[in-house]
């Protein structure tokens, strides 16, 4: 089983749809956990941390369920510039004391017209 | 502007070839990380260092070296012992220090390794 575990779509949505996109992870121990986005051939960026008790940041909505050991990004109102791959991010807090990251594959997102 | 920046962003590499990506930050960041995103796989780490003269090695580095000599740059040099070196190459930067596990990782544009 992998580490981070995504659906790699695509999701094909309408402007205007919601989406949402999970993620699993097999680490029970893991405490951080954050969402990138991945513009094509590009770096990934910080689309934002989540938190225990949800993070909200416009459009988007991030969910933590430590108990079923998923994170869930929902996209409100998608923009055709929303289109790009997100990629979730487990910080699994591993012995040796360093900010190791465990990525997802992603999850493609195409919004069209 | 403080950023991380990467270069060149494409690099072509002969066989029996060592070739270095280059990547600088400006950020003062203490923390520096090279990762290798392959088509339909997550980033995978090679290196990373957490301070100046000192690196640990990552999930994946066999055939890859680096240094770190200075807090802004920290090089990475695919040996020809990497047999399959093709790939997206992503160097990153966080803060570092006692909050390392909340720490975003922030990253340079990116260089992309073709084998002649």
């Known amino acids: 089983r992998k580490e981070v575990e995504q659906d790699p779509g695509p999701f094909n949505v309408p402007e205007g749809a919601t989406v949402a996109f999970n993620c699993t992870y097999s680490?029970?121990?893991?405490?951080?956990f954050f969402w990138y986005r991945q513009d094509c051939r590009k770096e990934p960026k910080l689309l934002m941390s989540?938190?225990?008790s949800g993070n909200e940041d416009g459009r988007f909505t991030a969910q933590l369920n430590r108990a079923s050991q998923y994170i869930s990004l929902l996209i409100r109102d998608s923009k055709l510039s929303d289109s790009a791959t997100y990629l979730c991010v487990v910080n699994p807090h591993a012995s040796g004391g360093y900010n190791k990251l465990i990525f997802g594959a992603g999850t493609r997102l195409a919004v069209h017209p | 502007d403080g950023g991380i920046t990467q270069s060149p962003k494409y690099l072509f590499r002969k066989e029996g070839q060592n070739v270095t990506l280059s990547c600088e930050q400006n950020l003062n960041h203490d923390a520096m990380y090279w990762y290798r995103q392959d088509p339909g796989q997550g980033l995978r780490l090679i290196y990373y260092s957490q301070i100046v003269n000192d690196f640990q090695k990552g999930d994946i580095a066999e055939g890859y070296s680096v240094s770190r000599e200075k807090k802004e740059s920290f090089p990475l040099t695919v040996t020809s012992a990497q047999k399959n070196p093709t790939a997206f190459y992503l160097c990153?930067?966080?803060?570092?220090?006692?909050?390392?596990?909340?720490?975003?990782?922030?990253f340079g544009p990116g260089t992309r390794l073709l084998v002649l």
């Open positions: 680490n029970s121990a893991s405490q951080s």
């Open positions: 990153a930067s966080s803060k570092g220090g006692a909050s390392m596990y909340q720490e975003t990782q922030y």
């Open positions: 989540v938190y225990s």
